[in-house]
């Protein structure tokens, strides 16, 4: 009951990301993950079963009235019932990535139940009724709090032992299968990524970084680092059309941002 109550609280917090708390990315999987192995005793497959949903849904963004799989409740259920079972990745697939556009639903009903609140707080705003705001804005925040909640507590409250009853009546084949899929998977997510950053003018910078981790062996920190260096060389020297003219008419083009008006046009 404790550990539901737990991992229960991690996903209420968690999907509170992004609606009320700011950008704190508290949500992401790959943070949430490591707070429910902890919650279970197992931080250590909370970090990798994490890391792995992360991959998958790193790319994914609600653009506009789009609702996205509700990644926070699907991650947080994926993990605790992964560790629960002592089942790996591919367990938590086939319940994260299900779960994950099932909860969704569950948050675009919570959304239409909030418009009743905001037009409330309308009519509250129109006589100055400020206690009254304040609860309108409180009851849809608890609301977003318990769609998720609820549905992790539970999930949790269906114990290790039926959760083990239903993984086993999965044939093994089958979980081989989601396995195998669990490690294409995160290439999905770099392609969403990939498609909403990808330009002409900067696509070789990540085909250098590729060919330095694979054929030159370098870890992720030296690459990061080579480009921050990258970056500081485009930045001092990409908009220098004026070579070392230090006149005043120099001066004043030179001041213009050379990320965007220089040699190099990132737009």
């Not at 991690?10 to 992004?18: F, R, T, Y």
């Not at 089942?87 to 994950?100: D, F, R, S």
């Not at 037009?119 to 129109?126: G, I, Q, S, T």
């Not at 392609?191 to 870890?219: I, R």
Request: aromatic share 10%.
């Amino acid at each position: 009951m404790i550990q539901a109550l737990l991992v229960g609280l991690i996903a209420g917090i968690g999907i509170l990301d992004e609606r009320v708390l700011g950008a704190t990315l508290f949500g992401r999987p790959i943070v949430l993950s490591v707070f429910v192995g902890l919650a279970l005793g197992d931080v250590k497959k909370g970090i990798i079963i994490g890391a792995q949903l992360e991959l998958i849904w790193m790319g994914i963004a609600g653009i506009g009235a789009a609702t996205p799989p509700d990644y926070v409740t699907g991650g947080v259920i994926g993990t605790a019932l992964a560790i629960i079972s002592h089942k790996g990745i591919g367990v938590a697939l086939t319940i994260a990535v299900p779960v994950a556009v099932l909860a969704s639903y569950l948050g675009t009903l919570v959304r239409v139940v909030n418009l009743w609140f905001s037009h409330k707080a309308d009519r509250y705003a129109e006589t100055a009724n400020f206690k009254g705001i304040n609860l309108m804005l409180l009851l849809p925040t608890i609301l977003f709090f318990f769609s998720a909640f609820i549905p992790t507590f539970l999930a949790m409250l269906l114990g290790a032992s039926k959760i083990n009853l239903i993984i086993n009546a999965i044939p093994k084949i089958i979980l081989d299968g989601l396995t195998v899929a669990g490690n294409l998977l995160p290439a999905v997510g770099f392609g969403l990524l990939l498609d909403m950053l990808f330009s002409k003018k900067l696509f070789v910078f990540f085909f250098l970084g590729f060919f330095l981790c694979a054929y030159l062996k370098l870890d992720i920190t030296g690459i990061a680092l080579l480009a921050i260096c990258i970056a500081i060389v485009i930045v001092l020297f990409g908009g220098n059309k004026g070579g070392n003219d230090s006149s005043p008419e120099t001066k004043s083009d030179n001041s213009k941002d050379n990320l965007t008006e220089g040699e190099i046009d990132f737009e």
